[in-house]
């Protein structure tokens, strides 16, 4: 996946079937930290290049990636015909625990609660978090629900939290033999 805006020039490689394997660099050290974890635990094989005007801010690179992200894993599901298109995950991360829960529905939706203390985790501003799962549900079709159950360290929850998009992906990107087609009572997503 490609995108060069005005405010941005990213490049971006996702292999569902992978082995966790991750080379990410942003711009942004706490995105990239996020999204090696997110490959880590979901077994996703993801390469970024990205260069953004962060000499502004770092929203357009952190929601840009998000996008880039969620196109790619469109492409790479194609009609989503064979795959399990639903999963979940809890992680803790010492303190913290989240839950996040995906559709691969075609039906592009976030529900967010997530309430941090802090308002910058080093120089990452916190609500941008929000605005890359935004970007990756709309762009790969996701139903996506993220909640913070408990926690403290604003850190640790995003950690938990990524980790478990992770996995919760991974679980709904699995082919399943018993899957002809889409998964839908309609007959199509």
Request: charged residues 25%; negative net charge.
């Amino acid at each position: 996946m490609q995108r060069t805006t005005r405010e941005t020039d990213i490049r971006l490689t996702l292999a569902l079937d992978g082995s966790g394997k991750a080379s990410i660099q942003t711009g942004v050290g706490f995105l990239d930290h996020m999204l090696t974890l997110f490959a880590v635990h979901g077994f996703f094989d993801l390469d970024i290049t990205a260069r953004g005007d962060v000499e502004i801010d770092d929203h357009h690179t952190v929601e840009d990636v998000g996008i880039c992200l969620g196109q790619a894993l469109a492409q790479a599901l194609g009609d989503k015909a064979g795959i399990r298109r639903y999963g979940h995950a809890y992680v803790p991360m010492d303190e913290a625990l989240a839950r996040v829960c995906i559709d691969c529905s075609n039906r592009p939706f976030l529900y967010y609660r997530v309430e941090l203390g802090e308002d910058k985790i080093g120089r990452f501003d916190v609500p941008l978090a929000k605005e890359f799962f935004r970007a990756l549900a709309l762009h790969a079709g996701l139903t996506l629900h993220v909640e913070l159950l408990h926690g403290e360290n604003g850190h640790h929850i995003l950690e938990a939290i990524f980790k478990a998009l992770g996995r919760a992906l991974a679980a709904a990107v699995l082919p399943d033999p018993r899957v002809s087609g889409q998964l839908s009572s309609k007959g199509t997503l």
